[in-house]
C-alpha cells in the first residue's frame, strides 16, 4: 500500500473502495471491476474487504463471485462525508483515520503546517483521545465521533472561548435534526441529557498575544455505544441509550458541520454577543442552576447568575459573592 500523505491517514482508494460498494448496495459488483476502477489489484480488493468485514461492514462474497454489500457502512470516511456537505469552507479537506491517537493533536500538528481553515480530522477509534483537564476521552471502536475541527479564526485570543461555545451550539443544532431530542448545554461545553454527558468538545489554540494562528475545536459524541464503561455509568451516555436506536455518524457529522459553518459566520457577522445571547437562551446552566464548581485549589457552589458579555459564566456563591468563573469543572449540585 503506498504511503498516505499524512503518517496512518486512510488510503484514499479504501475510501474510493467504500464509496463504490456504497453506490453499488443492491447489485454484485465484481472483484476486476472494482480492482480496475480503483487502481489496484484484485488481491489488494480482497485484502481490503477482509479488513472492513474486520471492522463490522457486511460484504457477502469472495473475489470469484464479486461482492455486494449488505447495508450502507456508517464510516465518517471523506467520499461518504463530502457527499453530504455544502460548498462552504468547513469539511473541504478530511483526513479520515481507522485510528489515531488523538484527533486533536493531528490537527495541531497539522496547523503548524499550514492547513487551512476548515480541515477535519477524524478517526474511527483513539488510542489516546483527550478530553478537558488532562481528562482522557473514551473512544470505543466506530461507536463514537471523534473529529476535529481547524479554524482560523481572526478574532483576539481572548475570544477563543465563544468558539468553544459556538461549537456545541452546533452539537445541540444537530443533534435535535438528528434524534428530535433537546439536549441541554452545560457551561462552556458540555452536552447532556438530563445529568448525564454525551459530548465534550475540547479547544486548543496555536496564537500569539494579540492574534489567533489557528483554533483545533475537538468534539467527541457517544454516538452508538450500547453500554457505557461502570466508572463513567452515573455520568454518561449515548445517543443509542437515549434514542433506543442506532443512529447515523456520518448524518450526524455531516450536520453538525453544517451548523458549525452557520454559527460561525453569525459570530463573525455579529460578535460575541450573538453567541453568548443563544447561549443563555438554550442552556439550563446559564441562570438560576445550582452549581458545584471544582477548581485545583478550591470546592465551592453557588447559583448560575446569568453569562458575561465575554461569555465567562457568573455565579453567585453561597458566601454573597457574584464572580465569574474563570477555571474550574462545573456540574449541578444537588
Ligand atoms: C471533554 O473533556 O469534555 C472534552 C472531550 C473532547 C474529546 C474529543 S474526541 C476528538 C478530539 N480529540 C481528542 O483527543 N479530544 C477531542
Not at 463471485?65 to 468547513?90: C, H, W
Not at 468558539?163 to 441541554?184: C, F, H, K, N, S
Not at 453544517?258 to 453568548?276: D, K
Request: charged share 25%; aromatic share 6%; glycine share 10%.
Amino acid at each position: 500500500m503506498p504511503k498516505a500523505a499524512i503518517s496512518g491517514t486512510t488510503d484514499r482508494r479504501i475510501d474510493s473502495l467504500l464509496a463504490l460498494l456504497a453506490d453499488n448496495a443492491m447489485i454484485v459488483i465484481s472483484g476486476a471491476k472494482i480492482a480496475r476502477e480503483i487502481g489496484v489489484t484484485r488481491g489488494t480488493v480482497w485484502r481490503w474487504i477482509e479488513k472492513l468485514r474486520a471492522l463490522g461492514v457486511r460484504v457477502k462474497g469472495h473475489p470469484r463471485t464479486g461482492y455486494q454489500i449488505e447495508t450502507v457502512p456508517d464510516f465518517l470516511a471523506p467520499k461518504m462525508l463530502r457527499r453530504r456537505l455544502n460548498s462552504g469552507p468547513l469539511g473541504k479537506r478530511v483526513h479520515h483515520f481507522f485510528k489515531t491517537d488523538s484527533t486533536n493533536s493531528v490537527a495541531m500538528a497539522l496547523g503548524e503546517k499550514g492547513e487551512p481553515h476548515g480541515t477535519v480530522v477524524i478517526a474511527e477509534e483513539q488510542t489516546a483521545g483527550r478530553g478537558r483537564a488532562g481528562h482522557t476521552w473514551h473512544s470505543e471502536k466506530t461507536n463514537g465521533i471523534y473529529m476535529t475541527v481547524l479554524l482560523r479564526p481572526p478574532v483576539s485570543p481572548q475570544q477563543a472561548p465563544l468558539i468553544t461555545m459556538v461549537a456545541g451550539l452546533a452539537v445541540r443544532e444537530a443533534i435535535i435534526e438528528q434524534t428530535g431530542l433537546t439536549p441541554d448545554l452545560r457551561w462552556p461545553n458540555d452536552l447532556l441529557f438530563g445529568r448525564k454527558k454525551f459530548c465534550g468538545i475540547l479547544t486548543e489554540m496555536n496564537a500569539e498575544q494579540d492574534q489567533i494562528h489557528f483554533v483545533a475545536v475537538g468534539i467527541g459524541v457517544n454516538v452508538n455505544h450500547e453500554q457505557i464503561p461502570d466508572e463513567l455509568k452515573k455520568i454518561a451516555t449515548s445517543l443509542r441509550i437515549e434514542t433506543g436506536r442506532a443512529q447515523s455518524r456520518v448524518e450526524i457529522v455531516a450536520r453538525l458541520l453544517r451548523h458549525l459553518e452557520t454559527y460561525y459566520n453569525l459570530f463573525l457577522a455579529e460578535g460575541p454577543a450573538a453567541i453568548v445571547a443563544r447561549f443563555s437562551e438554550v442552556s439550563s446552566f446559564a441562570r438560576g442552576k445550582r452549581v458545584r464548581i471544582e477548581t485545583g485549589s478550591e470546592t465551592y457552589t453557588g447559583t448560575t447568575a446569568g453569562l458575561e458579555p465575554g461569555g465567562l459564566l457568573r455565579v453567585k456563591r453561597d458566601d454573597g459573592r457574584t464572580l465569574p468563573v474563570i477555571a474550574g469543572t462545573l456540574s449541578e449540585a444537588d
